[in-house]
């Protein structure tokens, strides 16, 4: 499963994962270096490993809470109620009405490319 996320001025749209991360699992450091996460990544790093014991169960959370610092908004009213299930904080918007189709239109996107 996972939350999606738009841009609203770019409209760019970026997935990310929910629950533990079974790429921190089997990958540990990289997981945060292909997503931007420099910090993330020196800390694991400079612990020889040891801190992706703890980022196997938080990188996920971390990096929404990273992309909605970045502007990005959830692209339904469904990724909005993962995020408050995640812990997540997210303000509500009243205006849904465009949510299924927009998510139809990101899940044909994804399955594109």
């Not at 996972?2 to 409209?11: A, D, I, L, W």
């Not at 801190?51 to 909605?68: D, E, H, P, R, V």
């Amino acid at each position: 499963m996972s939350v999606n996320f738009k841009h609203p001025t770019s409209g760019l749209i970026k997935e990310c994962p929910e629950g533990f991360s079974w790429t921190t699992f089997f990958f540990n450091g990289l997981v945060p270096l292909f997503r931007g996460m420099w910090g993330t990544f020196a800390i694991i790093f400079f612990t020889g490993g040891l801190a992706g014991l703890y980022y196997m169960f938080a990188i996920n959370k971390i990096y929404a809470t990273k992309l909605m610092e970045q502007g990005y908004t959830p692209a339904s009213s469904v990724d909005s109620d993962k995020l408050n299930r995640m812990g997540v904080a997210v303000a509500r918007s009243n205006d849904h009405s465009h949510d299924e189709e927009q998510q139809k239109q990101i899940e044909q996107e994804r399955i594109a490319s």
